[in-house]
């Protein structure tokens, strides 16, 4: 069964525009970790956000936000005002005890922000 | 910052040539992972290592080994590549020994291995 999913595989916006990524996970462990990367054109994944099961404050970065919803499992993640430099695939992934504390990663959001 | 840096971004090999991938971390972390990231696949752990010369099979590690003699070197080794191995290939670190909870890991720049 997939622990993470990212049900919008490609999704193109007109820059300035918000997007939001949506995250869906499953875990039976009470303590867990939930994280977002961004993967750029270069290929490296770089490290965004990490939020433990017990923190559901929803968190902004400058034009990112993160939205913890324990109650529906979701961890979603929304780009204000995106610009070109956004286009990227985006990733969430979960660690848990169930999984051996091993990230399990989405499919991933492809991300096209239109000039 | 963390820095995990991968030998060669790109590298073209033929089948049943022994490959070595190999990944340096410069911010002393003792874990260290190699993942494999194929279209509609998504990231597949390969294997990863909680210590010099210790390692543990990820969800995938038929047709590869790994090797870590020091703390910030991790190899991944193709012992003779098949054209199913073309992939790109992510190397990660984290801080904290035996893979901790939610220890943060930190990637590589990729290196996208073809095997003709």
């Known amino acids: 069964a997939q622990k993470v999913t990212q049900a919008q595989t490609e999704i193109s916006v007109v820059e300035k525009e918000d997007v939001t990524l949506d995250c869906v996970y499953e875990?039976?462990?009470?303590?867990?970790?939930l994280f977002w990367y961004k993967q750029p054109p270069s290929g490296e994944l770089v490290f965004l956000i990490r939020?433990?099961?017990?923190?559901?404050q929803n968190e902004i970065s400058g034009r990112y936000s993160w939205n913890f919803q324990k109650s529906t499992s979701s961890f979603n993640f929304t780009i204000t005002a995106s610009q070109v430099v956004d286009s990227a695939v985006y990733f969430c992934?979960?660690?848990?005890?169930?999984?051996?504390?091993?990230?399990?990663f989405g499919k991933g959001n492809q991300v096209v922000v239109i000039p | 910052d963390v820095k995990v840096t991968q030998s060669s971004r790109y590298l073209v090999k033929r089948t049943g040539e022994k490959v070595f991938l190999e990944c340096v971390q410069d911010m002393d972390h003792e874990n260290m992972f190699w993942y494999r990231q194929d279209p509609g696949l998504g990231l597949r752990l390969i294997y990863f290592s909680y210590d010099v010369k210790m390692k543990e099979k990820g969800d995938i590690p038929e047709g590869y080994s790994v090797s870590r003699e020091k703390k910030e070197r991790f190899s991944l080794i193709l012992e003779s590549a098949s054209t199913n191995q073309t992939s790109m290939y992510l190397c990660?670190?984290?801080?904290?020994?035996?893979?901790?909870?939610?220890?943060?890991?930190?990637f590589g720049p990729g290196t996208r291995l073809t095997v003709l």
């Open positions: 939020r433990n099961s017990f923190d559901e």
């Open positions: 990660a670190s984290s801080l904290s020994g035996s893979l901790p909870l939610g220890d943060t890991q930190y």
């Open positions: 875990t039976r462990d009470t303590t867990y970790y």
């Open positions: 992934a979960l660690s848990d005890h169930y999984g051996n504390n091993r990230l399990a």
